[in-house]
């Protein structure tokens, strides 16, 4: 088994593992389930520990964990906001001004994608469709979907956050 | 002509999501009706009716079904393709939050055809409360009988479960969702052998996007004869939704019979946003060539669609008014399919990133003559030289461009970088 430096799941996510298992017929079609249910459990994003620690709840090594976690956009392997912020910029969302939102979110946050604000509260990025262009220009703050969005309620909403 | 809605005729009562309510308004006689047949009639009900595949490929649903192997002692699976990542798509999304009992009706029939007593929905990681909708009524479904040891005390077992992707669209291709499934990268698989033969965790396995499996309850209720005269022709039937986007004063997902025109689907959303006039279309998500206005009157199906040179697909209709620059959406869908390209084969690893950097360099003024043709160069080197379609895909929008409005990239290409105002943003005065 690979070295994964004594890092372990907390019994709460162990248990939410376990009772997922039955569902599949092979221990790795767990590790997408494990990764969300860890990120969630570390604020959002994924710590070398975390990466650790499901690897080796999963008998996998880190490696592994590690080539799957780089593979996809919801997993982050840097620290994230108290609210993460996902502007849709794909063209339906550019067609009707996602462009102008984004930037306005940009200069009211006054940070750089990807990069928290210093009071922690949020960090945001640009992504692709989210699959809601009847609501264009719309974003993602944290799991609801909010559309019909301008430069001005993008800032409103931000503002309503705690 | 008054359409009756198929597909949506439950939007605006939530009650549906329970097999109580459901069943309230006539849901599950579908099922019923199947469980009466023999898993083969079910098959040849589904041919007979034409359904062809509503998540791209527009293959007939009921020989996919027929591939899979009778005489096989291993298990086989039904994975519902839920990962609705084709820019400009939100059809999937709406019947699952509209109508989830209608999916599970349509999966449980699909997996008693071919036999399958597991089910998983491959659901996009962001549909985080489409996830939780499908669950709750999936939950429902075991309690009042329809899913676990016996379907409705018939004695056939079906499991199903829900599975959240993680953010990549490359895992709506039916074999990187497959390796994502198993909890891998989701690079695609080389084909053969196909899924319906070697599929998750190896075994026989059939991949259906959500809206296919939608229409079979009513295939199997109303039958074939009924499903077949909706639509243009004997191969292109049923209904079929559309999820209309960009420049119309109503976007949203509109059902019709397969054929509608955009002039038809316009007026249904209240006309051009603004009053303005239409420049061009993409008619099936960011892989469909894009049209012109003229192509305004063609009947929005696989094969009219086809002989115009553009696709069906997902049926995810971007409309484009004339304040639209075209360059500029097309470099904004080639930055698309750079960042999705998986990467394993070069051709797309390589073709994608170049496109992105021409388009890039041409909307920054930059161009010159000679670009244009490069591009086409690009697509011939990506085109049809990759284990799965996302590099045919990414050439879609981009050899169009330069194909079927010449004028709007040669006036990039002599520019000299003087950008009008119209230019700076997609389209002129969005957010006035
Ligand atoms: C890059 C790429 C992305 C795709 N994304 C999706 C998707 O999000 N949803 C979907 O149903 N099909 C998608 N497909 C098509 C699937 O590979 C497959 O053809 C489909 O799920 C089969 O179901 P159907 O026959 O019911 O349409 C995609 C294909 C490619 C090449």
Redesign the pocket.
């Known amino acids: 088994m690979a070295d994964t430096n004594g890092a372990r799941l907390p019994d709460e996510i162990r248990d939410a593992i376990d009772a997922l298992r039955p569902r599949y017929p092979t221990e790795e079609a767990l590790l997408l389930p494990a990764l969300h249910l860890a990120q969630r459990h570390w604020d959002g994003w994924l710590p070398d520990e975390a990466i650790e620690a499901v690897a080796h709840e999963l008998n996998l090594t880190p490696a592994k964990v590690y080539g799957v976690v780089t593979f996809y956009d919801l997993y982050h392997q840097k620290p994230v906001g108290r609210h993460r912020l996902r502007v849709c910029t794909n063209l339906s969302c550019a067609l009707r001004g996602a462009e102008e939102v984004l930037a306005s979110l940009k200069n009211h946050l006054q940070v750089d994608e990807n990069e928290v604000t210093p009071d922690g509260k949020c960090s945001f990025v640009h992504f692709e469709c989210l699959g809601a262009c009847e609501q264009a220009p719309m974003m993602m703050v944290d799991d609801d979907y909010r559309g019909h969005l301008t430069p001005e309620s993008v800032r409103q909403i931000v503002e309503e956050l705690d | 002509m008054a359409y009756e809605p198929v597909l949506l005729r439950h939007v605006g009562h939530p009650e549906v999501r329970t097999v109580a309510g459901y069943r309230e308004r006539g849901g599950y006689r579908g099922l019923e009706q199947a469980l009466t047949m023999e898993p083969d009639e079910v098959i040849e009900a589904v041919k007979d009716s034409g359904l ?10 009921g020989l ?1 079904w027929s591939f899979i192997p009778k005489e096989t002692d291993q298990p086989k699976y039904l994975v519902c ?6 820019p400009g ?1 939100y059809k ?1 999304r709406i019947l699952m939050e509209e109508d989830p009992q209608q999916l599970i009706e349509g999966c449980a029939i699909c997996c008693y055809a071919v036999s399958a007593n597991t089910c998983y929905i491959y659901i ?1 990681g962001e549909y985080v409360e489409q996830a939780e909708i499908l669950e709750e009524a999936i939950r429902d479904a075991y309690q009042a009988g329809v899913l676990g040891d016996s379907v409705m005390g018939k004695g056939f077992k079906l499991d199903m479960y829900v599975h959240r992707g993680a953010g990549a ?9 497959l390796e994502s499934l198993e909890g891998k990268r989701g690079q ?1 698989r080389i084909k053969p052998p196909f899924p319906a033969v070697v599929g998750a965790f190896g075994c026989p396995t059939v ?7 939608c229409n079979v309850p009513h295939i199997l209720e109303r039958g074939a004869d009924w499903f077949k005269q909706i639509g243009t022709d004997e191969r292109n039937t049923g209904p079929k939704l559309y999820c209309v986007s960009g420049h119309v004063e109503r976007p949203g997902t509109y059902e019709y019979p397969i054929g509608a025109t955009l002039n038809q689907i316009i007026e249904g959303c209240g006309g051009m946003w603004r009053g303005r006039q239409l420049k061009a279309f993409i008619p099936g998500g960011a ?1 469909a060539p894009m049209l012109p206005a003229e192509f305004a009157d063609t009947p929005l199906d696989f094969d009219n669609l086809a002989k115009a040179g553009s696709m069906l697909g ?1 049926a995810a209709v971007v409309v484009m008014d004339d304040q639209t620059d075209l360059v500029r959406s097309v470099y904004r869908l080639a930055k698309f399919f750079n960042h ?1 390209s998986c990467g394993q084969c070069t051709p797309c690893r390589e073709g994608t990133n170049w496109a992105e950097l021409v388009l890039k360099k041409i909307v920054a003024g930059n161009g010159k003559p000679g670009d244009d043709e490069l591009i086409l160069r690009i697509c011939r080197n990506m085109g049809g030289t990759t284990l ?3 590099a ?2 990414a050439v879609g929008p981009l050899r169009s461009l330069v194909q079927n409005f010449p004028d709007e990239v040669r006036a990039w290409l002599d520019s000299d970088g003087a950008l009008t105002p119209a230019r700076q943003y997609f389209s002129e005065g969005v957010t006035v």
């Open positions: 062809r595949g509503r998540g791209g490929a527009g293959f007939p649903a996919k393709n839920a990962d609705e990542s084709e798509t999937d996009r669209y490359i895992c709506g291709e039916e074999t990187g969702m695609p991949i259906n996007n959500v809206e296919t499996l892989s997902s999705e799965c379609p996302l045919d895909a």
